[in-house]
């Protein structure tokens, strides 16, 4: 494996810290102002202006549309291992990768339309997400049932007709609470009787759809993530026409493995971004705190520390590339062993870092005059997104021990 980028990688990484020094550092307290702003109104949930016009530049600069590899509709779009260390990049800052119309559910999303969709169905959603006119959700987990098992979703999808009828409620729905999400993909079971992993279908449900109910925002450690948000959501007796099932009834369990894999070595390519901001947070306080008579950096415990920070990362980017490059070069299901390690492997890690880094901070580290805390606690809930450690651990441990099997 050769992991050298290529002059255009190289070049795009490049723009890429250009960009971020220059339009997303210096605005990271003028978006927190806004939505603080919104949310003495009366209404976190208001786009904000700073990314608005920060897409703009973003665009103008070529950034735009990085994540999906082999689309006639975004011809920008790069292999998963160049765009990993773009990814990284992005994911030093929470809500930079919106600005350049990479950021999860979309690209999840993006990735589900264009495998899996029609041409149709594709003009009416895929395009406008592409050009970041709309934004979008993804249905799957519900709050009556271990969703870990995605067969265990209990979401009725019922067909009557030319119509399909949606009952369910759902929950940690992602980009639910944003004005200008349009479209949701749920996942819900359209054949009980059916073989275990042939029960489920997708179906798309445009925002606004009589019986669709945002019930709340759920907070993580106490942060809502407004105006984003992760949702809790009911369907009372929604109709959508037939034409609107992704694939073909008995599909969605397929459709969701075809999805989490991109959607989930995306958060592991953030997850190290993070880390090395909360790594060089860490050192820049270290050096210039003094306790006991000399540099808190000068202190053991603290070389330790950093030392193991370093470590980490470097193993968990280069478990990642790893696992971009064999899914570009053998595919997901192949690469199934990698995705699982990284996505336990990567939010350990930068929770880990994170943490240390708080302690670096003292006091500081817990509140929100430095953006370590709610680091934290996004990071800390990757550990449960997209799979829970547990389940990708166990599968890990079932690819192993199947090669032991007499």
């Keep these: 494996m050769d992991f050298e980028f290529s002059p255009k990688v190289k070049d795009l990484q490049q723009r890429l810290l250009a960009f971020m020094d220059a339009h997303v550092y210096p605005n990271e307290h003028r978006f927190e102002a806004e939505v603080a702003a919104n949310r003495a109104k009366g209404n976190a949930w208001v786009p904000t202006q700073v990314i608005e016009e920060l897409k703009a530049k973003a665009r103008a600069a070529g950034l735009w549309n990085l994540f999906l590899p082999h689309s006639p509709r975004a011809p920008e779009g790069l292999s998963n291992l160049e ?17 350049f119309n990479c950021s ?19 003009d009416k959603w895929l395009e406008p997400l592409l050009k970041g006119e709309i934004r979008s959700a993804f249905l799957m987990t519900e709050p009556a049932v271990a969703s870990s098992d995605a067969t265990n979703v209990q979401c009725s999808i019922r067909r009557e007709g030319d119509e399909y ?30 073989a275990r992993h042939s029960q489920q279908s997708m179906v798309l ?18 942060y809502d993530d407004a105006p984003h948000g992760h949702c809790e959501v009911v369907l009372e007796n929604v109709r959508v026409p037939a034409a609107n099932i992704l694939l073909g009834e008995g599909r969605g ?25 909360a790594l060089e947070y860490m050192c820049k ?49 192949i690469a199934r062993a990698e995705i699982a390690m990284i996505k336990v492997i990567a939010p350990n890690m ?5 943490d240390w880094a708080i302690q670096a ?22 550990r449960l997104a997209d799979g829970p450690d547990e389940v990708h651990r166990n599968t890990i441990a079932k690819l192993e021990l199947g090669k032991y099997a007499g």
């Design 83 to 99: 765009y990993a260390p773009l990814c990284e990049i992005m994911g030093r800052v929470h809500w930079a990768p919106e600005v």
């Design 104 to 122: 999860a559910p979309d690209t999840g999303n993006m990735e589900t339309f264009e495998r899996y969709a029609t041409e149709e169905q594709k």
């Design 165 to 194: 009828v949606i009952n369910g409620r759902k929950w940690w729905s992602s980009g639910v609470g944003d004005p200008r999400c349009k479209i949701f993909i749920v996942m819900g079971k359209t054949d009980t009787e059916a």
């Design 205 to 222: 449900v445009p925002a606004g759809t009589p019986g669709v109910k945002i019930l709340r925002p759920l907070n993580v450690f106490g």
């Design 253 to 277: 369990f397929e459709i969701s493995q075809g999805r989490l894999g991109p959607g989930r070595i995306h958060h592991c390519m953030r997850s190290i971004g993070a880390a090395e901001r």
């Design 285 to 333: 306080r270290l050096s210039t705190r003094v306790a006991f008579g000399k540099r808190v950096s000068e202190q053991s415990v603290w070389h330790e520390r950093i030392a193991e920070s370093r470590c980490m990362i470097d193993q968990a980017r280069l478990l990642t590339f790893k696992a971009a490059y064999m899914m570009d070069t053998v595919g997901n299901k």
């Design 350 to 354: 930068s929770t880990k870092i994170i």
């Design 361 to 382: 901070h003292g006091a500081g580290g817990v509140c929100d005059d430095f953006p370590l805390a709610y680091m934290y606690a996004w990071q800390r809930g990757l």
